[in-house]
């Protein structure tokens, strides 16, 4: 199984509603990411998990809320997002080995839309 | 920080004619620099990547060029088919878990 799992697909709220994100892989990686990507843009890295504890945060609204409650899941929880917040939303996944860095495996992403 | 500058930003060739992207990053400390494909709709997905201790590779119709004195990698594509058509983002990684992404290549293979 070499494949990252997110949910929903599709996402559209308005800007005092409540939401997650949803990513699962179970190819035993230890490291996991989300990415926010915008059109015509690369991906954009917001946070890392590393064994389940936070290791990079790049500067990331509190609107956002990374949550890992284990090594298999990866959650966003989203409150009170703006407009601009509107983008593909991109987890990631790879085994951390030391001082090697491993490929990432991308999920198939949740496009979200914020009215 | 990591700064990867990517091009050209649009590429357009003829099918069967080759493919060339470029990719200078700043950071000394990068070793690894890695490909990604990314078609309408989908995820990016890796097609090839490079080590600082390697100087090329090939993998079919794909290879790697990476210069560390002159801080660029490059990504050849010979023979190019319609499916090739999608955007390449290259990257660099100096520090665990910072992917710098450049900022991507429309490649447009027309029959």
């Known amino acids: 199984d070499t494949e990252v799992t997110q949910t929903p697909k599709h996402l559209v709220m308005g800007m005092t509603n409540k939401k997650s994100l949803k990513c699962e892989q179970h190819?035993?990686?230890?490291?996991m990411y989300w990415y926010k990507q915008k059109a015509k843009k690369p991906p954009e890295l917001m946070f890392v998990y590393s064994y389940e504890k936070l290791s990079i945060n790049e500067s990331v609204p509190s609107r956002f809320s990374p949550e890992c409650p284990n090594s298999s899941l990866l959650n966003l929880h989203l409150h009170a997002l703006q407009p601009e917040d509107s983008a593909l939303y991109l987890c990631a996944s790879s085994q951390p080995r030391t001082g090697v860095f491993g490929e990432l495996f991308f999920g198939e992403g949740s496009r979200l839309t914020v009215l | 920080g990591e700064n990867v500058e990517q091009h050209p930003s649009t590429l357009s060739v003829q099918e069967g004619d080759s493919a060339v992207i470029k990719c200078t990053y700043s950071?000394?400390?990068?070793?690894?620099f890695p490909w990604y494909k990314q078609e309408l709709g989908k995820r990016p997905q890796l097609i090839i990547d490079i080590r600082s201790n390697v100087g090329e590779k090939k993998d079919q119709r794909i290879a790697v060029t990476l210069n560390k004195t002159a801080k660029h990698f490059s990504l050849h594509i010979t023979e190019t088919q319609p499916e090739d058509s999608a955007v390449y983002f290259c990257a660099a990684v100096a520090s665990w878990g910072k992917f710098q992404f450049g900022a991507g290549t429309q490649v447009v293979v027309t029959p």
């Open positions: 190819m035993g990686h230890r490291a």
């Open positions: 950071d000394s400390a990068s070793n690894y």
